[in-house]
């Protein structure tokens, strides 16, 4: 059996939303943003990867699912994975085909979205299986292209994706702005509500509705703005100064995702309710003790600090629609696993009928 | 007892919103907006008014209720009816304190503002009973400088408040584009909705949290593109293109409110239900055949022709959140009623111990 080798990335979660695209196939964004990267206790994707003259074509499976990366019929993004593949196996004189395997651990339906852990995951695993001698931030690029916000899990702690002026997209990388250990109290707990029905998808929604929103011509530089507040911010540690920039940049993508023609609506009446119970603790605090910040998808995310992690989860456990709930702190980023957690087993190979 | 006169006026639904004020003390738009007059069936406010000098100060009901206009610790906007009617006795040389009545027929808990047709009502009766030689245009500024939106409802049909340019206000007025004989299928089809919370009053949006949006830049010349848009679709009763116009400038106006700080949320979930499916209307009809317009309030105003009430009908009625449906169509804007409609009669001054 063929070497195999395993990786792990996490999610992240955008303190400054990244909404609209200036080059849809580089992925680059029209405004830079921020994350911070979560821990792994919860929220992971595992992806394994073995070369073997045995397999006849690259292959891929997700969450035990066989994906068609290489047909005609495949989809735009699993091409765009067998392009990454091609041209990371090529840089690498790699002639063999390879086997990918990638397991996401998110809690069933949770509607946290998988692609930035799976992009940083493959990334991360392919430059290091491969040997490519690469600079993390060049991985960042190559991440993004899989998936935009990707890039941001390339690091751990608090990360910034600057937008970029190049048009072939070097620029456009993320990069750390504090790792973990500089402001160990940040959390995000993660409320997960029913999704109900999504009517457009995000990738849909960047590439072919945002020109037809008329406030989005303020989003970029609103977005720049938020960006280099938090950033400051993040420096000096100032809690109350991150949450207003964070609360204000997911009530900005949010409005100007309102008014793209048809409009797209994520906030729900649960998403209100969090809105303003999270307003109302914060009144009552005298300053900003807890942010909310919602992605294209149902779920709430409260970026708040282990002091005040209690008032949080009482104001959540008092909602109806707020089905789990789940905490996360900073994570590390990418990390090669040893063997023992393998995806690529003699067992998984038996069960798909493959052999490397 | 004294002469009473009596004047009824109907509230407007805009089809270019009005937020944000360019002067709070006069009502001044930052953009102009477009409405339509609604007939009177269902929805109007009634007001009589009686001059005596066996009155001692002004005396002002509303809905059976006394009004508190003349004390120091009456309400800006009642000391500002009291400053209006002082002006224009002044104007009229007229020394008698007067008593005003006012009744609105509005289904009750509807949610349906009836401060336009109040200030219409009001504006239009006392212009009348101090016979006042005033143009139409020149009461409609009275009407705006007690409650914005009310110089839209001095006109029947379809009309336009200008912007205007003068610090002074003297031509922010509001102007007919088409009586209602022009396009005499016009309907409203408002859908009343539970309530819910509701946070932030519309004054307080308009006056102190509209500059905190940072979207907000943006909206004056894009509402001035819809009004402009609306205009000349009304003049060829364009129903595709208005309707367009329509829902793109209330999704515009939402998303600007969302934006402010704190944010300002009227859409609800029933809300996003009703958008949605208004959507999926006009798609399956392959125009525009209906458009969804909300104020700062829960109920939804389905705009729509004769020719498509049923189709509106049955969406609306498949909905469990919806608990009234009032169909309204364009009315003739204010006009003077006989002694048989007056509110201010010998029974009701025995009962509120008055006498005239």
Redesign the interface.
């Known amino acids: 059996m063929a070497n195999v080798y395993t990786a792990l990335a996490t999610p992240n979660i955008a303190f400054v939303k990244y909404w609209g695209k200036r080059d849809g196939k580089l992925n680059l964004p029209n405004n830079s943003s921020i994350s911070m990267t979560l821990s792994e206790e919860k929220l992971n994707t595992t992806t394994s990867v073995a070369f073997s003259a045995k397999l006849t074509e690259d292959v891929m499976f997700i969450n035990g699912e066989r994906q068609d990366i290489a047909s005609p019929a495949a989809a735009e993004k699993s091409k765009f994975i067998q392009d990454i593949l091609s041209l990371m196996k090529e840089r690498a004189g790699m002639r063999e085909h390879a086997l990918v395997v990638s397991q996401n651990s998110f809690p069933t339906g949770s509607g946290i979205a998988s692609s930035a852990s799976g992009a940083a995951a493959l990334s991360f695993l392919l430059a290091n299986a491969l040997k490519l001698d690469m600079q993390q931030k060049e991985i960042s690029v190559i991440a993004r292209r899989i998936s935009g916000s990707a890039c941001r899990s390339m690091y751990g702690g608090l990360v910034k994706w600057q937008r970029g002026e190049l048009d072939d997209g070097s620029d456009s990388y993320a990069f750390q702005i504090a790792d973990k250990d500089h402001w160990p109290e940040l959390m995000d707990i993660v409320a997960i509500v029913d999704p109900?029905?999504k009517?457009v998808s995000s990738s849909e929604g960047h590439a072919l509705t945002m020109k037809t929103?008329?406030?989005y011509?303020?989003?970029p530089r609103?977005a720049e703005?938020h960006a280099s507040a938090i950033e400051d911010a993040i420096k000096r540690r100032d809690f109350n100064e991150m949450a207003y920039n964070i609360m204000?940049d997911s009530?900005?993508m949010?409005?100007?995702m309102?008014?793209t023609?048809?409009?797209i609506?994520y906030?729900?009446?649960v998403s209100?309710e969090i809105?303003?119970s999270v307003?109302e603790l914060n009144t009552a605090a005298g300053e900003n003790i807890a942010a909310y910040t919602f992605d294209a998808g149902s779920n709430a995310h409260i970026i708040t600090t282990e002091k005040h992690e209690k008032d949080v989860m009482d104001m959540l456990k008092g909602m109806e629609a707020v089905r789990n709930i789940i905490s996360a702190r900073q994570g590390d980023g990418p990390r090669m696993l040893g063997d023992g957690d393998a995806l690529i087993t003699p067992e998984f190979l038996r069960l798909k009928g493959l052999e490397i």
């Open positions: 109900g029905k009517k929103s008329e406030l011509e303020a989003r609103t703005r204000k009530n900005n949010h409005a100007t309102l008014d023609w048809p409009p609506m906030l729900t009446d209100r809105i303003y307003h």
